[in-house]
C-alpha cells in the first residue's frame, strides 16, 4: 500500500522560511515525478513546483526564486524549502506522485498524480 505523509506545516512570521517533508512508502520516488500543490480556501488546488524522474524542477511563477523543490532517494522522500513566505502563500500544501510515462509538468504542477498525501497546513501572517 502506497502512503505519502506530509510534515512541516507551521505558522510562520512573512519572511520566515519552512521546510515541507513527504516521507513515501510502498513505492520508490526516484522513479516517480513528483510535485507539490497547495489550496486555499475558497481557492482551487494548485502547482507549485514539480520535479521529474530526470531530477529536472519546475515551478509556479508565484513561487520562483523562494521556493525549492528536492528529492533524497536514500530517505525516499521529498521536500519543499520555501523562503521568504508571503501571506499568500498560506495554504494547505499536498505532496503527489506520478509514475511515468507519461510525466507532464507545466509551470510547477505536476498532471495526473496517482498519489497523493493528506496535507499539512502553513500559515503565514503579516
Known amino acids: 500500500q502506497v502512503h505519502l505523509v506530509e510534515s512541516g506545516g507551521d505558522s510562520v512570521q512573512a519572511g520566515g522560511s519552512l521546510r515541507l517533508s513527504c516521507v513515501a512508502s510502498?513505492?520508490?520516488?526516484?522513479?516517480?515525478?513528483l510535485g507539490w500543490f497547495r489550496q486555499a480556501p475558497g481557492k482551487e488546488r494548485e502547482g507549485v513546483a514539480a520535479?521529474?524522474?530526470?531530477?529536472?524542477?519546475s515551478y509556479a511563477y508565484s513561487v520562483k526564486g523562494r521556493f525549492t523543490i528536492s528529492r533524497d532517494n536514500v530517505k525516499n522522500t521529498l521536500y519543499l524549502q520555501m523562503n521568504s513566505l508571503k501571506p499568500e502563500d498560506t495554504a494547505m500544501y499536498y505532496c503527489a506522485a506520478v509514475l511515468p510515462p507519461p510525466c507532464t509538468v507545466v509551470a510547477g504542477a505536476l498532471y495526473g498524480p496517482n498519489y497523493w498525501g493528506q496535507g499539512t497546513q502553513v500559515t503565514v501572517s503579516s
Open positions: 510502498g513505492i520508490t520516488l526516484v522513479n516517480y515525478c
Open positions: 520535479i521529474t524522474n530526470y531530477g529536472t524542477t
